[in-house]
Every structure is written in structure tokens, then in C-alpha cells.
């Protein structure tokens, strides 16, 4: 996948200091790259706010064009999600050449 | 991850009652005693487990507990179904048959999504319990198909049923649809018979959807049959959807006809919230959306409708963009009226409804697939300041998480 136009990229829902995120991120062995919220004052994160987050896990695919292609407000359903992937790199690929 | 453990265990707990003081009874112990003693056995194995998966550090330590230490409810199930063979009839038996078909469960292999990233097997082990749902064994189906069978035969009546039915709701064989209807017919409690023909539809819901995925596309049938079994994906390969929507149309408006008025608006609500989260439950939402007298019942059936037209909409990323469109509609219009008409109209666990509409039309028009991603600008782990847009050109995968 590391050659491929893809990236995973996380948003850190609880508002840590970058430090604080770098530390959970090294426990729990995630080696992807994550925004970390900012809290907004009333108990919400700045992104998690913008993007109406009800919980997670919550997964958003957006294509090589910056539109949403599909969204996952549960559990994510690996197939649907492989095949999403699959199709959307695949244009981006054919747009690239 | 822990209330989930939590909910099994007050479950497991509640139907475990200690062990008779066997150790001062020279008698052999009475088959009620053996079953509850097998029961504390059952319940003692899954707080060890509990315990150990808890404390494991690592998602690889913890998926390990998962595969050595999970009792695995079929065996508890197989000596239970045992003792009631020998001694059908008395009232533990009807006990243990509620454990057994309460407490199936489908340990199954662990298969992560997305091996390459650490982040999905956790992901997956957590909601999951390690657990996913399949086909159960060769071994396990008999224990079921027994389990019912006695239940049918001695203890159709029993007032005690209701949950029994409501789990029947998400199971797919033909025997767990004849217990159903013959608690339509003989049981004299009303609240049972409720569960059992809300269970029902759900089970025709679940059936229809199948049916029709499968003519829309054949190479669903790889998928049917290693969820439930090459029996049942022939069976609903032959079967025809419009005789098969007319037997649910009538289903329907007997449930909400003659058993949902018994049932209070709040747990109608709550049967609605549950539907979103069960595929293709359109038919029966828009049955109640229609149908049900009342307000508070159809501002909340109307809601949900929108949502899972919202995401059914969402879902043909894979398919044509002009159905896709005409669906989006519709569900726009309807959370329009969900937010206007129904405001006041309570959800089970989302607040009122027209706070909740407000909040999907916001997503319906900014959120959902077709639209521009909202820019997120901010730091990464490192301090780093970054932005979405600079991944432009590339297929993003955007994961909002939490460790917690």
C-alpha cells in the first residue's frame, strides 16, 4: 500500500497536547499520522465539532479530489471499505497518468 | 470495550445462582443442582476470563486471552441440553434452554481488517470481542435446533420467552421462525408475543434484503453463503421477492397493528433507533413512519427513515450516482419534516427529534459522500502543524478515534 496515492490519516478526538498524543500513540503502537483535536470550550473538539463526530470509531474516505466518497459513522464493514479504497485509488491513478 | 463485558456479565450473572451446598449432601445432586452447578462453572470460566483479558497490556496479549481463554458457551451448552434430554419438562430445563439459546455465541476466527494497519485489528478486536458473527458449527446449529425444539414442544407457553425471542430476531433458520409463530399462537403473554412478532418481522426484514441483494447482484452470493450457510443462500436464491414483500407487508401491519399499540411509545421509539442499525429497514420503517397512530412513534420512525436513506444514498459510492441523488432527496424531505413537524417528538437515546434531525440535515448537506471535505487544519504528533489539503492527490482514509 506505501506506494500507492493513499494515506490513513487519524484525528485524535481527545484534545491532547501533541507530547501527550505522541505518548498514547507509542503505547498503543499506532504508527499512522493523526491530528489532535483542540478543544473548543464547550467540551467538543474544534474538528470533532466541524465534522458533527457522534463517537468512534468514525471513518471518512475522501478521493484524490478532496470529495467525500464514503463515511462509516460504526464498526467498519472491511469489504465495503477494501472495495471503496480499491476503486478510489484506482482513479486517482488513471487522473495521475 | 469494558461496558460491552460488562453487559454479558450482568447477563451471565444473572442467570448463575450458587451452587446448593453439595459438599454437606451425601445424595447425588438432583439434575437442578447439576445445572446450576454447571452454570457457576460457565459463570466462574468468564470472569477469569474477564479478569485476564483486562489485564493484558498489549492488543496482541489480549488477543490471545481472547483465543485461549474465552469459555466458549457451546460446551456449557451441549451438558446442559444433556441433563434436559434426561429430564424434560421440569422447570430448570426451561431455564437452561433460555441459557443455551441466550448464550450462543460465535467464536470465531480472528480475522483482521486491514493486517497492514495495527490500528484496524485493534479496532476490530475491540468492537468485535474477538467475536464475529458466521455460521455456527455443524455441532453448535444441532445444539440450537434441539434447544428449540424442547422449548417448542414444553415450554411454548412460558412467560418467560421474551428475551429468547427478541435474540430469534437476528437469527435466519426456519426453526427459530416456527418457535416465533407458535409464541404468536399459544403463548398467553402479551409482552412475549410483542418480542416474538417484532422478532419475526426482523427476521423477514433481514430475509427480504437478501433476497434482493442477490438479484441485484449475484456475486452476493459468496458473501450470503459464508455468513449463513449454502442451505439458506439456495433457498432464498429461489425465492421471489414480490410474494415475499406481500408476506412482509402483512407482517408488518400485524405487528403495528395488533401488538405495537400494547407497546409504549418510548419502546417503539427505541425500536426504531434499533433499526438504523440493522441493514435495510426501510420497508419496516416506512411501515411505521405510516402506519402507527401516533405522533411521538411516526416523528421518530420518520427520523430514522431519513438517516438510513441518508446513508443507504451514501452507499452507492459503488453504484449509480442518479439513484444515489433521488434517495438523498428524499431523505432531505424527510428530516425537513422530522425537524419541523415532530420537534418535540422524543428519541430513545438521541434527545428530541428535532435537535437530531437538525444535526443529520447538517450532515446530509455538508457531511455526505458527493460533498467537499471540510478542511481540517491542525498538528499532528509530532507538533507538526498540517492540513487535509495537503494530502490532496491522494486517497485519504480520515479516522476519527480515541483510546479510550
Redesign the interface.
Known sequence: ?QA???????????CHE??Q??E??EK???????????ADGEGLG???S????MG????????????????RR???D??V?????Q???QE?EGD?K | MDRMVGGILVLVQCMSVAAADEAQDKRPPTPEQQCKALLKEYDDAFQAYTRTYREAKTAQEKQQVIHEKYPRPDKCASKLLELVEKNPGEAFAEEALIWILTNEDRLRRIEPWYAHETRYEKIWILTSGGRQMGVLSKEEQDIRSMAIDMLLRDHVASPNLGRVAEMLGSSHDKKSAALLRAILDKNPSKEVKVRACVALALQMQARLAIVKQLRADPQAAKSVEQSYGKEYLEELQRAVPTPLEAEAEMLFAELIEHYLPDMKPASVALLCQQLYYTDDSEMLLRALYTMDKRDEVRGVACLVLGQVLMRNADRQVLGDAKIAEKIHAESEKLLEEAANKYAEAKTAFDGPVGRKARSELFDLRHLSVGMAAPEVDGVDQDGKQFKLSDYRGKVVLLDFWSEH
Open positions: 500500500m500507492k496515492p493513499f494515506a490513513l490519516i487519524g484525528v485524535n478526538i481527545n501533541p507530547r498524543l505522541k498514547v500513540m498503543e503502537q499506532l504508527n499512522f499520522r493523526s491530528f489532535t483535536d483542540t474544534v474538528i470533532s466541524a465534522w458533527n463526530l468512534t470509531p468514525t471513518l471518512f474516505v475522501i478521493d484524490h479530489k478532496g470529495r467525500i466518497r464514503y463515511s460504526a464498526v467498519p472491511q469489504q471499505v477494501d472495495e471503496v479504497l476503486k478510489l485509488i486517482a495521475g
